[in-house]
């Protein structure tokens, strides 16, 4: 059964940057048939893409964030990882990551369990 | 502001049948884009329920019917229970924007009354 855990500070002050790991086990972070995602969810709000990456090391990014956002992949340790710079209280959410379909058919499949990161002095 | 619009609850009564709409434009839904339904239930990570606008993933209840056309999608939920009080959120991919764009809807409540 395939299974993601993020892990990471759960605290994170203002203009700093946010560093997240997802560990995957019970397959392969390698598979040709899989993008690798980051998603998040201010409390009580709705979900928000970060951006995917496949094992390669191609990443594509939301729009909205790609100024701030790098996505990266380990695939020796089976991770990825993402790094959100110059944070602000606006970036606090709960942040999941998730297997995602190489097609437009699959969907995200797999999800973390997700983990808070709070950004305050 | 979410690319994909879902009306931000429904409700029904055990046993009802409710529908939950995600409407798009031409760059994400009506570009033929396929459409997932996520399922989140309070305080635990979302879970995929619909993928390929129509198609359930493995343990899945047939309860739970997906559809597109056009520009929009649809959830329906059967013989609604009270398990099924839950968000539900729609997700697609829009081309304006960059390629393999993921956008999802701003969610649903379910209330099941």
């Known amino acids: 059964q395939l299974q993601l855990q993020e892990s990471g500070p759960g605290l994170v002050k203002p203009s700093e940057t946010l560093s997240l790991t997802c560990t995957v086990s019970?397959?392969?972070?390698?598979?040709?048939?899989?993008?690798w995602g980051w998603i998040r969810q201010p409390p009580g709000k709705g979900l928000e893409w970060i951006g995917s990456i496949y094992y390669s090391g191609s990443t594509y990014y939301n729009p909205s964030l790609k100024s701030r956002v790098t996505i990266s992949v380990d695939t020796s340790k089976n991770q990825f990882s993402l790094k959100l710079s110059s944070v602000t209280a606006a970036d606090t959410a709960v942040y999941y990551c998730a297997r995602q379909g190489y097609d437009f058919w699959s969907g995200l499949d797999y999800w973390g369990q997700g983990t808070l990161v709070t950004v305050s002095s | 502001q979410s690319v994909l619009t879902q009306p931000p609850s429904v409700s029904g009564a055990p046993g009802q049948r409710v529908t939950i709409s995600c409407t798009g434009s031409s760059s994400n839904i009506g570009a033929g884009y396929d459409v997932h339904w996520y399922q989140q239930l309070p305080g635990t990570a979302p879970k995929l329920l619909i993928y390929?606008?129509?198609n359930r993933p493995s343990g899945v209840p047939d309860r739970f019917s997906g559809s597109k056309s056009g520009t929009s999608a649809s959830l329906a939920i059967t013989g609604l229970q009270a398990e099924d009080e839950a968000d539900y959120y729609c997700q697609s991919y829009d081309s304006s924007l960059s390629p393999m764009n993921v956008v999802f809807g701003g969610g649903t409540k379910l209330t099941v009354l």
């Open positions: 390929g606008n129509s």
């Open positions: 019970g397959g392969s972070i390698s598979s040709s048939s899989y993008y």
